[in-house]
């Protein structure tokens, strides 16, 4: 199969699977495969997502320090979503800061509508935050920089 061949048949695979449910979100990960953020929610972990675009100078500025932070969260597992669109614009920034956590690759409207179904308001911009609790609740949503200490300040206390 030809490059050109696997990248129309991931976008196309990816525009046909791009669903949504109260529960599941599904993207494309780095492998290029389907992943559901609702595997990585509700295992018995707090979970955090950090949606984040190539373009954002405050998310270039938060990113390096969640990196930095990855192992640091008490029983917490961090995922990234990067609103690009495109692997290739997001692949840039994952090189670029070393990006050691999973990310999973959507666009803003479809992001948009799964923040709308599990936090009932709208995504206001990136970097924005989703925390869940161990059972799979969403227990916050903060968009802006949020620094890991304030993050595992709120995991712990919860």
């Known amino acids: 199969m030809t490059r050109k061949m696997k990248t129309v048949l991931s976008s196309a695979l990816l525009v046909s699977t791009l669903c949504l449910t109260s529960t599941v979100f599904a993207a494309a990960s780095m492998k290029g495969q389907l992943a559901n953020l609702s595997d990585h929610v509700g295992k018995g972990k ?16 938060s990113i390096p320090k969640l990196v930095n932070a990855k192992g640091s969260f008490p ?13 290739s614009k997001a692949q840039k920034i994952m090189n670029r800061f070393n990006i050691n956590f999973p990310t999973l690759l959507a666009n803003i409207n479809s992001f948009d509508q799964y923040v709308r179904k599990v936090a009932k308001k709208p995504l206001i911009g990136a970097p924005t935050y989703l925390i869940f609790a161990p059972n799979g609740k969403l227990k916050a949503m903060q968009s802006g920089v949020i620094s890991p200490a304030e993050i595992k300040k709120y995991i712990t206390i919860h």
């Not at 707090?46 to 500025?61: L, M, P």
């Open 75 to 87: 029983n917490a597992k961090l995922i990234g979503v990067s609103l690009d669109g495109k692997w």
């Open 46 to 61: 707090w979970t955090i997502v950090v949606a984040w675009h190539s373009q954002c100078g405050a998310c270039k500025k």
